[in-house]
């Protein structure tokens, strides 16, 4: 089985533009999170989408917004960059594991640069 | 809100000899942990989970964990520790079903 890709893995951008990353889940996975890992702040959750619906929210400015297709496909996009959001950013997709836990696969991550 | 504390940022060994890594936890009821692994310039691999069937947890790579209630602590072990184990290690939570809560990390070195 194929597991999670992000495209593209490398991206610089400049201050106030927009960036639109990808992420595609493990075949079967409905569910995709994402995640902003940084130097200073570690690894933050983003959003989780379910069935094309966004289910959680993290404490992120609403400048970081996303969306999940109907094949589970997701991307997130980030309006009037900062240098701060540059990161890597990791999607996660999921499936209902035994019990009541997620168990999460991470994608490679999408490096963005901001300068 | 539940959360995770790493208590060492850095940990070195030697290769060959056992490995600890410390992670506690902060929930209101029972909850789910997880370690993830974290190689350079890599994504996150899943290493083990609780999920309170059982207190022993294996995982892969030889890696075990221990969940302990009463010290609110699930720390990560492992007997020798080999060169390719040399990574970041993340202590994780779950938290409102899928939304993780990570700790700080901890960076393992591994000298041969």
């Known amino acids: 089985k194929a597991g999670v890709t992000q495209t593209p893995r490398y991206l610089i951008k400049t201050r106030g533009q927009q960036v639109t990353l990808s992420c595609s889940p493990i075949s079967g996975h409905r569910s995709v999170s994402w995640y902003q890992q940084t130097p200073g702040q570690g690894l933050q959750f983003l959003f989780e989408y379910f069935s094309e619906t966004q289910r959680n929210k993290g404490n992120f400015p609403g400048r970081f917004s996303g969306r999940q297709f109907s094949n589970s496909r997701s991307e997130m996009n980030v309006s009037t960059l900062e240098l701060g959001d540059s990161a890597l950013y990791l999607c996660a997709s999921s499936f209902r594991a035994q019990g009541s836990s997620y168990e999460q696969y991470f994608g490679p991550g999408t490096r963005l640069t901001v300068t | 809100a539940q959360s995770v504390t790493q208590l060492d940022s850095h940990v070195s060994v030697s290769e060959g000899t056992p490995v600890l890594l410390r992670c506690n936890y902060s929930?209101?009821?029972?909850?789910?942990l997880f370690w993830y692994v974290q190689h350079p310039n890599k994504g996150l691999q899943l290493l083990l989970k609780y999920t309170s069937a059982a207190t022993l947890v294996k995982g892969i790579n030889g890696f075990e964990a221990e969940f302990k209630k009463s010290e609110t602590s699930f720390h990560l072990t492992k007997p020798s520790a080999h060169m390719s184990d040399a990574a970041e290690y993340f202590c994780?939570?779950?938290?409102?079903?899928?939304?993780?809560?990570f700790g700080a990390g901890t960076i393992l070195r591994v000298k041969s």
């Open positions: 929930s209101s009821y029972s909850p789910s």
């Open positions: 994780v939570v779950s938290e409102e079903g899928n939304k993780l809560v």
